[in-house]
């Protein structure tokens, strides 16, 4: 894949929330790029800008909200600067978006099929029948069961996990480059999580669509993504390949996310934990926003620390006090 | 051996949608419209010892979070009994009711629900004991900071209301509030299931540090595998209302017996597992309104014979202290 430029370059990205009382920087300077068929975990707790980012880069982030500063460029194309026509004729099209909750997708009063035909009809000028043609096709493709019947139902009429998929059938319908997935299976139960898992993955290897997966759930990422970002508080702390990050840590917070997943081979003994809470956002702490949880903080950690690579190229960290010396 | 602190017998509750009355005059004419009956625990038997922490796991649906409260005495069994300590609890004197309904306390997923959000910490903690009579009304708020800093909160939190706390610290006021009437067996039903991951973990050690100080019993009702593996002693895996396997937690992680049980590890996302290529069993989780025939779980068992659609499979010992419900184990 070298020379191929990334499908989503992302530069120093900072959305706002102007709200009555004060400036909620919910991203505040994120950057990172998604090459062509890669899978980019995003991971952080609520209140981490994880989900902003990724209406940022779909141009759905409301009032009082705004983004500020940076840029989002799209196969070169800065969405940051794209007008309201552009940005209707992507999204969809060319970036899709699969929500937490699929009933947020769905109208719920239309059948399956009016909403997919209008999906596809949104962006190509095609008749009915070969819209329906591929409707049918991306039900298919996510593994709908009997999908001729299923696209005369309702919403209503499937369950979560089904829901789900017809949720990520219309994000297909237009062969997206980019899908930006927010939590779509954190609603699920573990087994039809397994299957939502493996069409996803499927898809990704086959048709070389690029995927942001916007997780609270580090084992999901770790099953799933290629490289991963942590987030806290507006900024992502640390960023690598799943393995090099998962394994070789070098944040205090990264660290102890990881040490809070209930493990296999720690059964029984106490968790790792993080004291406190995710601070406001409205009132960050100075300096290094984690400092006033982390067990490595001292006088240095009031001065805001860059991302740098210390150890490896494309391991990146955040932090005056990395874990480096457990390296090795 | 002493009785175990809840013993469910054939335990089955059902949900019936009555008629309404247009149905019934729909009947009246020969319209033959039907009771919907929901089964949503069949004929389950469970014993928890005491200081014994049972995990419950099973997906949506599948009666778990019913079982919990039928132990708690929220739900009455529609059939089968329900042992507290070895007595029946129909046959239960008053007396005895307000024992078992003060020892096992409840706490709930979703702690804003929970919480009456027009009371303050210190109500919503200090209620209960002061009417029961375990504190008087002038020691309440002594009681009632003991149990805040037990928990891990601050004690001068406990003018605020529920809505000034966030999620974690409710959670927290939600296990202050059921350790107030001094119980032996708490039912934590998806406890920390809505909670953030770092937090999560705050929470599981609070219930390990509880479990010592306290020597508590838990049944922790979860489908979460990870982090029942974490807590429990023993494991009770429920499928569409019926208890499939029931294994200490050890044996039944390193060698689940029954095809559902395996089809779930396999699943289980975990930290360890990088890149893995997803391989899921299929189908959906049927209804439990219209279950399938013999064993619930056929449909989608890739093992599954004519016996299995034919003959509901019985909950028997293949080892001691293992039991399961499979077709499987008859065959030698």
Request: proline share 6%; hydrophobic share 40%.
């Amino acid at each position: 894949m070298a020379g191929d430029e990334p499908t989503l370059v992302v530069e120093d990205l900072k959305t706002h929330f102007f709200t009555k009382l004060g400036v909620a920087r919910a991203v505040n300077g994120v950057s990172f790029d998604v090459n062509k068929g890669e899978v980019l975990g995003l991971v952080g707790e609520s209140g981490s800008g994880k989900s902003v980012t990724g209406f940022s880069i779909i141009g759905l982030v409301d009032p009082p909200g705004r983004v500020v500063d940076g840029k989002i460029l799209f196969r070169g194309e800065d969405l940051v600067q794209a007008d309201d026509d552009r940005m209707r004729s992507l999204r969809g099209r060319r970036i899709a978006m699969i929500f937490q909750d699929p009933m947020m997708t769905l109208n719920p009063v239309l059948r399956i099929d009016t909403q997919m035909i209008e999906a596809v009809r949104a962006h190509e000028n095609v008749n009915a029948q070969v819209a329906r043609e591929r409707a049918l096709e991306a039900l298919v493709q996510v593994g709908i069961p009997s999908p001729h019947e299923r696209l005369k139902a309702y919403p209503h009429q499937f369950s979560g996990g089904m829901r789900q998929r017809v949720a990520i059938a219309i994000a297909l319908l237009h062969k997206p480059d980019l899908i930006v997935a927010d939590e779509p299976t954190t609603a699920l139960d573990v087994t039809i999580q397994g299957q939502i898992l493996h069409e996803v993955q499927k898809l990704c290897r086959e048709t070389g669509m690029s995927l942001i997966w916007i997780t609270h759930d580090l084992s999901v990422v770790a099953g799933l993504a290629d490289r991963i970002c942590v987030m806290y508080a507006g900024k992502i702390v640390e960023t690598g390949e799943i393995s090099e990050v998962l394994d070789g840590s070098l944040h205090p917070y990264t660290r102890g996310l990881i040490g809070s997943v209930p493990s296999h081979n720690r059964r029984g003994q106490p968790l790792a934990q993080i004291p406190g809470m995710t601070p406001s956002l409205l009132n960050l702490p100075e300096g290094c926003s984690f400092h006033p949880r982390c067990p490595r903080a001292d006088q240095d950690c009031l001065q805001d620390p860059d991302i740098s690579a210390p150890a490896r190229a494309g391991h990146q960290v955040r932090c005056v006090h990395p874990h480096l010396e457990a390296e090795s | 051996m002493t009785a175990p602190m809840i013993e469910l017998r054939h335990v089955s509750k059902r949900f019936v949608k009555t008629l309404d009355l247009a149905e019934k005059i729909v009947n009246l004419a020969g319209g033959g419209i039907r009771e919907e009956v929901v089964h949503a625990v069949d004929r389950v038997d469970l014993h928890v010892d005491e200081g014994e922490v049972v995990g419950l796991v099973g997906e949506s649906g599948c009666g778990k979070s019913t079982l919990g409260r039928v132990i708690a005495g929220i739900h009455a069994a529609s059939d089968g009994e329900v042992l507290y300590r070895g007595g029946d609890v129909t046959g239960h004197t008053p007396e005895e009711a307000k024992e078992w309904g003060l020892n096992v306390q409840m706490i709930f997923q979703d702690p804003m629900s929970s919480l009456n959000p027009r009371m303050r910490v210190r109500d919503i903690v200090g209620e209960a004991p002061m009417v029961h009579g375990i504190v008087k009304p002038d020691d309440v708020d002594d009681y009632v900071d003991d149990l805040l800093l037990r928990v891990g909160l601050d004690p001068l939190f406990k003018r605020r209301y529920p809505h000034q706390f966030s999620g974690g610290q409710r959670q927290r006021i939600g296990i202050a509030r059921a350790l107030a009437v001094r119980p032996g067996f708490l039912v934590c039903d998806e406890a920390i299931a809505a909670l953030d991951v770092s937090i999560q973990a705050q929470v599981i050690n609070l219930f390990s540090e509880l479990r010592e100080d306290l020597n508590l019993t838990y049944l922790f009702i979860s489908h979460d595998l990870g982090v029942v593996e974490h807590l429990s002693d023993r494991v009770v895996i429920m499928y569409l209302g019926r208890v499939v396997e029931s294994a200490a937690t050890e044996i039944l992680f390193e060698e689940p017996n029954h095809p559902y049980t395996a089809a779930l590890l396999a699943e289980v996302p975990r930290i360890e597992n990088r890149g893995r290529t997803f391989n899921p069993v299929k189908g959906e989780i049927p209804s439990p309104i219209d279950p399938p025939s013999g064993c619930h779980f056929h449909p989608r068992c890739p093992h599954a014979t004519d016996r299995c659609i034919a003959e509901q499979p019985v909950l028997r010992e293949i080892a001691p202290g293992r039991l399961s419900a499979c077709h499987l184990n008859d065959d030698g």
